[in-house]
């Protein structure tokens, strides 16, 4: 085909992206943009193969019979609950996947016995190291991520002071090695050594991550998936790839900026694998709980909610592992049928990936209007009767307003302690994926309703139908 032609079909391609991205960019108009993206990539697929010359089809079909199959799997299998380890498990194949094209690259120059020189020699090797280093750090990283998501690994911080240090060593060492490999002063063993190096980064650099600023590491792998992908399309001269990665890091990288926002984190910490500030202090449960926490059963909670003219729900991962969001969108039916004003409070981290209440929600089709953001949320909590908190621990605890030695701390948080009454839905007093216990549930304005987040909710629901 005409160059001109495919470079037209490409522009409508990555046309399609940004038009996807910015439908992403809320709940209402999500699938849309989600269609529109998947139409891009289709577009830009087909054209790629036309403008190939030489394409083994039996591979291409084999390939996309088995990519079907595994996507189809995943979608039915895979709960929401488990929607940020497919989100891992899916960035590190993306890194994967660009590795594997560098490595080819590389590897067949080697085989053929061509030579490069001059600019076009550095521009090659750069584009090929630069996508092996970028490609590996994020597989290796998105694998530790997914082994603290799925509670593999320990998912509290694993490291020391000095980490970020070790980081910097490791990516100096990755750029020397990339610096002889690029004027061909290294062969094969250098190309695995840097293989090497940068996988061990990846791992160093999402290790001393804690459960709470996962969502944080999340977007920033993302970002390193698009910008591995982007320099992926500089080795098979192929421009849509380099749009498409160059969008998906970009978007991943304002992210990131918005979630660090959100933690009162450091983009630059992020970046180096330091995330939480902590003075090494632990904090007794039992110091903080014993004698102070007072539970209700859900009628007396019902009670409450009776004669509630304000009341907030704030979801968090309790909320995902019980699967309690369709249970949830129906009790909120029922207190607003009673007259009460009912919203949800949703924190920019809560649960385990960027947005994750937001789809939960969706997916039981809560009113759009009713997700507020933290910042619209913390300035009206005083005037709320009742906040329904469904298992978003570390997103409210007040520790991380108030205790200086917390690895939470500074990170804001939803005020919801200056309500009028607090209910926490939970099945035990364990802490959240932080580690933390939380000072909230021993307050006087507050109770515990212990049990499974979905039933709990649906005997909320069966003491206001009673009591109507």
Do not use: W
């Not at 009628?299 to 009776?306: A, F, I, K, Q, S």
């Amino acid at each position: 085909m005409n160059s001109i032609i495919i470079n037209l079909f490409y522009l409508l391609a990555a046309l399609l992206f940004v038009m996807g991205i910015k439908g992403l960019t809320r709940p209402k108009t999500a699938v849309r943009g989600n269609r529109l993206a998947a139409l891009g990539m289709l577009l830009a697929i087909v054209i790629t193969l036309l403008d190939r010359q030489v394409i083994h089809y039996d591979i291409v079909f084999a390939g996309l019979a088995l990519g079907t199959l595994i996507g189809v799997l995943m979608a039915v299998k895979v709960q929401m609950t488990s929607m940020p380890q497919m989100v891992a498990i899916l960035n590190g194949l993306g890194g994967g996947a660009s590795l594997g094209v560098a490595a080819a690259s590389y590897f067949s120059v080697l085989a053929s016995g061509s030579a490069l020189s001059g600019a076009t020699l550095i521009i090659t090797n750069s584009a090929v190291m630069l996508t092996v280093l970028i490609g590996t750090l994020t597989f290796s990283g998105s694998a530790v991520a997914f082994g603290k998501l799925q509670e593999i690994l320990p998912s509290q911080a694993i490291g020391f002071s000095g980490m970020k240090f070790i980081n910097l060593g490791l990516l100096l060492a990755s750029v020397a090695v990339i610096f002889l490999l690029v004027n061909n002063q290294l062969g094969s063993d250098g190309f695995l050594l840097l293989v090497g190096l940068a996988l061990l980064l990846g791992v160093t650099l999402v290790m001393p991550i804690g459960g709470a600023d996962m969502p944080v590491v999340i977007a920033l792998l993302n970002a390193y998936s698009g910008m591995a992908a982007a320099a992926a399309g500089f080795i098979m001269g192929n421009n849509v790839l380099i749009v498409s990665g160059a969008l998906v890091g970009a978007s991943g990288l304002i992210l990131t900026q918005i979630m660090c926002v959100a933690m009162n984190r450091s983009l630059l910490n992020v970046l180096f694998g330091k995330m939480a500030v902590s003075d090494g202090l632990t904090v007794d449960a039992d110091e903080v709980y014993q004698g102070k926490v007072t539970s209700a059963t859900p009628d007396e909670v019902g009670m409450m909610l009776e004669g509630a003219q304000r009341v907030v729900i704030v979801p968090g991962f309790g909320l995902a592992m019980a699967q309690a969001q369709h249970a949830v969108r129906e009790l909120a039916d029922t207190l607003v049928s009673r007259g009460a004003i009912v919203e949800f409070a949703i924190h920019p981290v809560a649960g385990r990936m960027p947005g994750h209440m937001n789809v939960l929600l969706a997916e039981a089709e809560v009113d759009y209007e009713a997700m507020k953001t933290m910042e619209q949320s913390n300035p009206h909590f005083s005037k709320t009767d009742v906040v329904l908190v469904i298992g978003a621990n570390d997103v409210t605890n007040p520790m991380a307003r108030e205790d200086k030695g917390s690895p939470i701390y500074g990170m804001p948080i939803l005020n919801v302690d200056a309500a009028k009454s607090v209910v926490v839905i939970k099945r035990s007093l364990s802490p959240g994926f932080a580690g933390l216990p939380n000072p909230l549930f021993a307050m006087d304005n507050a109770v515990m309703l212990f049990g499974d987040g979905k039933q709990a909710i649906m005997d909320l629901t069966a003491s206001l139908h009673e009591a109507a």
